[in-house]
């Protein structure tokens, strides 16, 4: 299984502002998800990061507003821009391990966001 | 398209007890996977119990095991001898296990134990 560490854990924002989160990775991993759970919500995906190419974003979720960064197999960042308390969340990203039907997923501690 | 249905917000058990948290799920691929996620207050997910499609038997890991039914498109979640640690968000979830493995997540139940 993988290891991610996950920065920041938490952060209180002026809204207007813009925060990146980062994930990094013990292992080279292929695909790299980021998730959003809003207060009291279950998890939406965001998008779908893989190394060397534009992230797949969900329906809903737009490039301007949540710029993902891949550079390498083992790093990604996620950007929350231009922040309104509308964007107060956890976010999370999280990773496939294994291969074939001997898979699984690991996730991030999580970045508690309060955007005030 | 994948969808996981948790038709239960809230629940309250007595400790020691047993506990069912239901999930259904409704999807098109011939090949997925079911997981059951844990979140504490804390935040972070705590992975539980896995299925796959093809299983033939339930998964069972300690106190956790899997009830599923194919036919009625179901994986609930039995919890043995509940504990007062077990208090929680549960998450049921699925993907695709060829192509594109996204989670798709369930909307939770919030489990409280009772001493």
């Known amino acids: 299984s993988a290891v991610i560490s996950q920065k920041p854990s938490r952060d209180i924002c002026q809204r207007g502002t813009s925060l990146t989160i980062q994930c990094q990775v013990d292992?080279?991993?292929?695909?790299m998800f980021w998730y959003r759970q809003q207060p009291g919500q279950s998890l939406t995906l965001i998008a779908t990061?893989?190394?060397?190419?534009?992230?797949?974003?969900e329906s809903g979720f737009v490039i301007d507003k949540f710029p993902i960064s891949r550079p390498n197999l083992t790093f990604s960042t996620l950007t929350v821009s231009n922040m309104s308390p509308e964007d107060s969340s956890i976010y999370l990203c999280?990773?496939?391990?294994?291969?074939?039907?001997?898979?699984?997923?690991?996730f991030g501690s999580g970045t508690r966001l309060t955007v005030v | 398209a994948q969808k996981i249905t948790q038709t239960q917000p809230g629940m309250f058990v007595q400790e020691k007890e047993a506990v069912t948290l239901d999930c259904t799920y409704d999807?098109?691929?011939?090949?997925?996977?079911l997981f059951w996620y844990k979140q504490p207050s804390s935040g972070e997910m705590i992975f539980l119990i896995y299925?796959?499609?093809?299983?033939?038997q339930n998964a069972t890991e300690g106190r956790y095991s899997l009830n599923f039914q194919k036919a009625r498109k179901s994986a609930n979640l039995v919890i043995s001898a509940s504990q007062l640690g077990d208090s929680a968000m549960y998450f049921c979830?699925?993907?695709?296990?060829?192509?594109?493995?996204?989670?798709?997540f369930g909307q939770g139940t919030r489990l409280t134990i009772n001493p």
């Open positions: 999280s990773v496939v391990v294994g291969q074939g039907l001997d898979y699984g997923y690991t």
């Open positions: 292992s080279q991993v292929t695909m």
């Open positions: 990061a893989n190394q060397g190419s534009e992230a797949t974003y």
């Open positions: 999807t098109s691929d011939p090949s997925y996977g």
């Open positions: 299925q796959g499609s093809y299983d033939q």
């Open positions: 979830a699925m993907s695709r296990i060829q192509g594109a493995q996204k989670l798709v």
